[in-house]
C-alpha cells in the first residue's frame, strides 16, 4: 500500500484555485474523518472541470464541493456503484471525466447519472482487474497499471486493452510497475518496485521497444519509484525511497538530491507536483509536504537544494 505522506491522519490541502462553492487562494485547510472524509489515508487527488474535488481512500470515493463530503461506495448487488472501496488513484480526464481504479477493475463515473460504468480485463488473461495506477495519454486514451502486470494501454471510446510486461517488451526491467507518466515529447516513463526507470516512445499506444532512448539513469538507491513528473522546463524528476531524482535534459544528466536539513527525518520520497508558482511541492512519507524552488533557468543548480515549508 503506497502511503501518502500529507495525507495519513488528516487531509491537507493547497488550494490555489477555486472550489465548487467558494474561492479560496494559498490557504491551508486540514479535513478529516470528523468532517466527512471517509477515511484518514488519501491515496490520490485530483480536480475536476467543475471544481469538485475528488479524494482516493482506502474506504471509498470522496466528493468534496467546498463545505461537505459526498460519499461513494460499494454495495451488494447494485453494478452500478463504486466497483471497489480500496480506491488507489482517480483521475479526471481531458475530457471532465472520473476514472477511478480499484481492485475489481477500471471504473468511470457518469456525471449524469452519478452512477459508475464498469470495464473489467477477464477476457485479457495478462491484465489484473487489480488497477492500481491511471494516468492520461496526450491523445486523450489511458495508461494503466495492474501490480506484477506491467502496464496497459486503454483505448478510452473502444475499450481495448494493449498490454506491456517482459514477455512482449523486452527492454521493460520489471513486471512490478507502480508508477507512470508521459512527458510533453510524448515519452512514456516507467517507474518499478525495484527501483529502476525505463523510458519508451509510441504511437497510439503502440510502444516502441528501442534501446538508446532513455536517460543515464544509473545511481538510483534501488528502492521503489513512487511518482515521476516533468516540470515547465521539461525536465524531469523522480520521487523515489531513498531520495528525490532530477534529471536535466539539456545536459542529459542525472543525479540524486538529498538533503541534510535539520528537521527533515524521511528520504523516502512519495510525491512531487508543480504548483501555480512553478515551484515543486514533494511529499515525504511521514515528513511532510515542502517546497523547492527550481529557480528560472532550465539549469537548475543541485548545490541550491533546499526545503521550504
Not at 494559498?26 to 474523518?33: F, P, R
Request: charged content about 20%; hydrophobic content about 35%; overall charge positive.
Amino acid at each position: 500500500m503506497k502511503k501518502r505522506s500529507f495525507c495519513c491522519i488528516v487531509l491537507c490541502l493547497i488550494i490555489s484555485s477555486a472550489y465548487a462553492q467558494s474561492p479560496i487562494k494559498n490557504k491551508i485547510l486540514n479535513y478529516s474523518l470528523k468532517n466527512g472524509l471517509s477515511f484518514g489515508i488519501v491515496n490520490s487527488i485530483t480536480q475536476d472541470d467543475k471544481g469538485f474535488m475528488w479524494f482516493a481512500t482506502n474506504d471509498g470515493l470522496n466528493r468534496f464541493d467546498g463545505t461537505t463530503f459526498k460519499i461513494f461506495k460499494s454495495r451488494l448487488g447494485d453494478s452500478t456503484a463504486l466497483a471497489s472501496n480500496y480506491v488507489q488513484k482517480v483521475l479526471c480526464d481531458v475530457h471532465g471525466s472520473i476514472w477511478v481504479s480499484s481492485r475489481n477493475g477500471l471504473s468511470k463515473f457518469d456525471s449524469r447519472t452519478e452512477k459508475f460504468i464498469h470495464y473489467k480485463f477477464t477476457s485479457n488473461r495478462a491484465v489484473k482487474n487489480d488497477i492500481s495506477n491511471i494516468i492520461q495519454s496526450h491523445d486523450g486514451n489511458l495508461w494503466i497499471t495492474s501490480y506484477g502486470q506491467g502496464f496497459s494501454y486503454f483505448n478510452t471510446k473502444s475499450a481495448k486493452v494493449v498490454n506491456y510486461t517482459q514477455a512482449n517488451l523486452s527492454r521493460l526491467s520489471s513486471n512490478r510497475v507502480l508508477c507512470l507518466y508521459e512527458d510533453s515529447r510524448g515519452l512514456v516513463w516507467v517507474g518499478t518496485q525495484e527501483g529502476s526507470i525505463n523510458v519508451f516512445s509510441h504511437k497510439d499506444g503502440v510502444i516502441a521497444n528501442l534501446a538508446g532512448i532513455g536517460p543515464p539513469i544509473a545511481n538510483l538507491p534501488g528502492t521503489r519509484i513512487n511518482d515521476i513528473f516533468e516540470d515547465h522546463f521539461h525536465n524531469m524528476w523522480i520521487a523515489t525511497g531513498g531520495g528525490l531524482g532530477y534529471y536535466n535534459r539539456q545536459s542529459n544528466k542525472f543525479t540524486l538530491l538529498q538533503t541534510s536539513q535539520q528537521g527533515i527525518k524521511s528520504k523516502r520520497y512519495i510525491s512531487v507536483i508543480e504548483d501555480s508558482d512553478k515551484q515543486l511541492l514533494v511529499g515525504l512519507q511521514d515528513g511532510g509536504l515542502f517546497k523547492v524552488n527550481i529557480g528560472t533557468s532550465p539549469n537548475y543548480n543541485i548545490n541550491n537544494f533546499f526545503f521550504s515549508r
